[in-house]
């Protein structure tokens, strides 16, 4: 293909040798130039990777999950593969959005699920992601095409609609219930939905999607001054839901878009941006693949570098009424919850007991009861040591006299002696 698109170049060069001078070598130096694009995205692709069948933890420099799978060697995650199961819905392709679509697509997420319905604009490249070739491209398509060249094992899907329509919402709906066969039984047909959205009305719309099809969910959001931004962790009916407490305009049922003036902008950065979608997938990360702790809510303050935590309940006067039925449902599903809580505790108990943690044991460590450990230690002095022990450094506790010879006499005498010589250097 490369030899033949080659060869109409020279073709279209003779041409325009052979032609006199007139209005067709404008249009002969556009085929050109179209002829040259056409060359540069056939050689782009030529670098394209083949897809892979399974993960490989072979560590050799073409393998590209072999650092990822390194997590699973250091025992920091326990089954990394299991990635490729997973399915997450990203909505609102922007600042945060794509990014956090490009790092889950670099980690080898299994399927992601693209929603945004805006186009690509020279204003967005102060962020990462889009480049200025894609200026005019819808955000969904223009983020395919560069996820798929980055990582062809990654299912994507493009939906390029607005969620916040009657249409868009049904669509959006219907494409987080689609599953595979073997995953009958589960109301939603993916694993996390990640809103990045930018205005309110759109995560409300995302809080009763999820609220519906009792699907976990995680916030995000950057402030308007670009210098704060947060992530927050919503599972109906078990944390406090979008609508559990609102932000104020929401509450007041004001428009959000008569707050915008004309001809300002909130500002973005990217590395509010790019930090906020690291916090993000972090922490889908941790949720999907079963390490560390997921966040309930993190703040971020770039001016201070302060990243508050906190947790929230449920509303149990939300206005959204199927928060109100998730709600009751983990309430009644409250017994079977501590049963399997408490019968994993035993589980892990009787395999503590059964085999040591350590077969040798190189230097007699003995365990002793604490029970046993303290009661001798009250018995003790408070101040006393254990037989054998000997304190290196005095008592700090207690302020040591300096030794004082001939008592205030001797003081005064020496004082007596001082102002003699004082004296005497005076008169010198
Ligand atoms: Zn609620």
Not at 207 to 235: K, P, Y
């Amino acid at each position: 293909m490369e030899d033949e698109l080659r060869a109409l170049q020279e073709s279209i060069e003779g041409l325009k040798r052979s032609l006199p001078v007139s209005d067709h070598h404008d249009s002969i130096s556009e085929m050109q130039q179209r002829v040259g694009r056409i060359m540069s995205l056939v050689k782009s692709s030529g670098g394209r990777r083949s897809k892979v069948k399974e993960l490989s933890a072979e560590v050799v420099d073409s393998n590209p999950y072999s650092r990822l799978m390194a997590l699973q060697r250091m025992g920091i995650v326990e089954n990394y593969e299991r990635i490729r199961n997973f399915s997450v819905a990203i909505v609102g392709i922007g600042g945060v959005g794509s990014v956090a679509a490009e790092m889950l697509t670099r980690c080898g997420i299994g399927r992601l699920l693209l929603y945004d319905y805006d186009t690509v604009e020279l204003a967005n490249m102060n962020r990462l992601f889009f480049r200025p070739d894609q200026v005019g491209m819808t955000k969904t398509d223009a983020a395919v095409q560069t996820l798929s060249d980055i990582n062809p094992d990654v299912v994507l899907e493009s939906y390029s609609l607005n969620i916040t329509t009657v249409k868009g919402f049904d669509t959006f709906i219907e494409s987080l219930k689609r599953r595979k066969p073997e995953e009958d039984g589960r109301s939603s047909g993916v694993d996390l939905v990640l809103s990045c959205v930018d205005n309110y009305e759109a995560r409300m719309v995302v809080n009763q999607a999820c609220n519906e099809l009792n699907q976990t969910w995680m916030e995000s959001g950057v402030s308007e001054d670009a210098v704060s931004g947060h992530i927050q962790l919503l599972v109906p009916g078990e944390t406090a839901c979008f609508a559990c407490a609102p932000p104020l305009v929401v509450a007041s049922g004001v428009d959000e878009r008569t707050l915008k003036r004309e001809g300002v902008c909130a500002a973005s950065l990217p590395t509010t941006m790019g930090v906020v979608a690291g916090l993000l997938v972090q922490n889908a990360l941790k949720y999907l693949l079963k390490f560390g702790q997921v966040s309930p809510y993190l703040g971020y303050n770039s001016l201070k570098d302060y990243f508050p935590t906190m947790e929230m309940k449920p509303n149990p006067q939300c206005s959204n009424s199927a928060c109100l039925e998730r709600q009751k449902e983990y309430i009644q599903a409250k017994p079977a919850r501590d049963a399997l809580a408490k019968a994993k505790l035993e589980a892990e108990s009787s395999s503590q007991t059964e085999c040591p943690l350590h077969m040798d044991n190189e230097w007699n460590i003995s365990v002793v009861d604490d029970s046993e450990a303290e009661t001798s230690n009250h018995s003790r002095k408070p101040d006393a040591l254990p037989e054998g022990l000997v304190r290196e450094l005095p008592n700090a506790d207690k302020y040591q006299e300096p030794p004082v010879s001939g008592g205030i006499s001797a003081i005064n005498d020496d004082l007596e002696e001082l102002q003699r010589q004082l004296d005497a250097l005076n008169s010198a």
